[in-house]
């Protein structure tokens, strides 16, 4: 069981900067491939960024270039951190941990965190 606790987020300026961190129970941390998804108001939640657990990055397009995903293993913590924020990135951010073994898939959500981008 991993337990994943978001901090970070709020109200920022587009244009402006915000880091979310996410950090996870557990001493296997360093197994898991980690994501973050976010949700719109009426949307469907969308994969955001992942960083799997030898380190490789992947982004969806539309944040590309301004948003960097990255992860401390000593500290059991995955960040976020998203630059150049756009009105159109304000939604609720939800951590994920992912693993797959021989016949399972371990998957593990945090509790979200509210990004809004506004003036």
């Known amino acids: 069981q991993v337990r994943l606790v978001q901090s970070g987020g709020g109200l920022v300026q587009p244009g402006g900067s915000l880091r979310l961190s996410c950090v996870a129970s557990?001493?296997?941390?360093?197994?898991?491939?980690m994501g973050w998804y976010r949700q719109a108001p009426g949307e469907q939640r969308e994969w955001v960024a992942v960083?799997?657990?030898?380190?490789?990055?992947n982004y969806a397009d539309s944040v590309k270039g301004r948003f960097t995903i990255s992860r401390d293993n000593a500290k059991n913590t995955v960040y976020l951190q998203m630059n150049s924020l756009k009105p159109e990135d304000t939604a609720a951010y939800y951590c994920?941990?992912?693993?797959?073994?021989?016949?399972?898939?371990?998957?593990?959500w945090g509790q979200g965190t509210q990004v809004t981008v506004g003036s």
């Open positions: 994920n941990a992912r693993r797959v073994v021989v016949g399972a898939t371990y998957n593990y």
């Open positions: 557990g001493s296997s941390f360093s197994t898991y491939d």
């Open positions: 960083i799997t657990s030898g380190g490789d990055t």
